[in-house]
């Protein structure tokens, strides 16, 4: 008998990783719009458990530094709940809180066992500060989480590799830069660039992608960043890309994945609210979560 694990939602109050800061506002914004309850029209057992947040720039030495010791106390902090069974569902903050995110779930199921990942994103996120332009930390945690880039971000836990690239997907990818695209066809990473998205459907490329990541692996998750979304139904991101997945179209083929016993953590990224057109994207969040955890009953019966 399947089993739905109570939702852990952890508040990741990080925009010091982006150029745009405005979505340290975002996980904040989401818990005063009710995220909790609406989750809990569906199950009872979804709460906020945590809020962590980033010290400022200003305080520390740069905005890696700022995003390295953040990483940290949210990776605890993601980490206890894991131990504990919860599912974590962190709401960020810009798309650099992956790192903690996805370091403790390694962390977790090390010597178990790999994690898989699938990344739905309109960019690659696979920089290093040798290859970043921006220099932006959002613009980094694949890589870091493949083990490449700043030690402050790769060396959580005091290991690197914290995902296979085997064992990671992104799905969306429509900007990007050639340094971070170059890191990932040489270490074989599976890239669903836009044109084959629109071309599979949403739904026939995240069913590969869930194959994929749960064939090697103990474990997997889903860091989904607003901004894969067409702006249409997310204008409120930080780096918006034209041309995006269509929100029915995420709604549809997301539902009821985390009922999967295997599914160990959800992330939602980048929700800027200072960015958003008539509460649209904090709508978009609302309804991806809903359907992501749906829980197992209702999610056979559909
Ligand atoms: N998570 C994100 N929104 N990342 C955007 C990254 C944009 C650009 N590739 C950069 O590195 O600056
Ligand atoms: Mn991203």
Redesign the pocket.
């Known amino acids: 008998m399947m089993k739905n694990k109570p939702l852990a939602l952890i508040g990741a109050e990080v925009g010091e ?3 745009d800061s405005g979505c340290k506002w975002g996980a904040r914004a989401l818990r005063e719009r009710g995220l909790a309850q609406h989750l809990g029209e569906a199950r009872r057992d979804a709460r906020w458990v945590d809020m962590v947040g980033a010290r400022p720039e200003q305080e520390v030495q740069s905005r890696l530094d700022s995003v390295a010791e953040f990483s940290g106390r949210l990776a605890h902090v993601v980490h206890r709940q894991l131990r504990s069974g919860a599912m974590p569902v962190v709401i960020g903050g ?3 809180c992956a790192v903690g995110t996805w370091s403790a779930v390694a962390d977790a199921w090390r010597g178990q066992g790999d994690i898989g990942l699938i990344w739905v ?5 696979a ?1 290093t500060p040798a290859t ?5 930390p ?4 694949v890589a870091a989480l493949l083990g490449h880039g700043a030690p402050g971000l790769t060396s959580l836990y005091g290991w690197t590799g914290k995902v296979k690239p085997g064992n990671l997907v992104i799905i969306g990818a429509r ?3 050639a340094g ?1 695209r170059a890191l990932l066809d040489r270490l074989g990473v599976r890239v669903m660039y836009m044109p084959e998205v629109d071309r599979r459907g949403f739904a026939a490329c995240f069913d590969e992608a869930l194959a994929l990541v749960r064939r090697h692996t103990v474990a997997w998750g889903l860091s989904f ?1 607003l ?1 894969a979304l067409d702006p249409a139904d997310a204008p409120g ?3 918006p890309v034209e041309a995006g997945i269509a929100l029915v179209d995420a709604v549809q083929a997301l539902r009821g994945c985390a009922a999967d016993p295997e599914c160990a953590a959800i992330e939602l ?2 929700y800027n609210p200072l960015h958003d057109v008539a509460g649209r994207t904090a709508q978009s969040a609302f309804a991806l979560l809903s359907s992501i955890t749906l829980p197992v009953a209702q999610a056979i019966a559909a």
Not at 138 to 141: A, E, T, V
């Open positions: 990783g982006a150029s810009d798309h650099s994103d309109a960019h690659l996120d920089h970043s332009d921006s220099l932006a959002h613009g980094m945690p900007s990007f830069e971070e960043d901004d991101t930080g780096t990224t980048e």
